[in-house]
């Protein structure tokens, strides 16, 4: 993909704290049309999907948060953060054979910016 190219994704979240829940919702509302309360479509290019990934690990605790974001194409590989792709076992399957994933590192503590 170009880096100007502009590309859909949808993105979700389940966020344990109200506190992040607000500043994930108000961060992915600026990229994202809402689908349902936790469910956006985003149409994206390259740089805007990296900025949008690094705002959103700043906000969240990976310990107790889960986003994920699917990418646009049938073998797209799925990316998620935080804590339900540990612990959750889905796999997913796409024309029948599994899709690869992606998970992306947490931020380590000293990196991440303050909420309050």
Not at 22 to 32: E, P, T, W
Not at 94 to 104: E, L
Request: proline share 5%.
């Amino acid at each position: 993909m170009k880096h100007h190219e502009r590309r859909r994704y949808v993105l979700c979240y389940d966020i344990a704290d109200p506190k992040r829940l607000r500043g994930v919702h108000r961060r992915v509302r600026r990229s994202g049309i809402a689908l349902q309360r936790s469910v956006f479509d985003c149409e994206l290019n390259t740089r805007s999907l990296q900025e949008l990934i690094r705002d959103i690990r700043q906000i969240i605790d990976a310990r107790h948060d889960d986003v994920r974001i699917y990418g646009p194409r049938h073998d797209a590989p799925v990316a998620w953060f935080g804590a339900g792709a540990e612990n959750d076992g889905v796999q997913f399957f796409r024309q029948g054979k599994p899709a690869t994933s992606q998970r992306v590192p947490a931020v380590p503590r000293t990196q991440m910016r303050s909420t309050d």
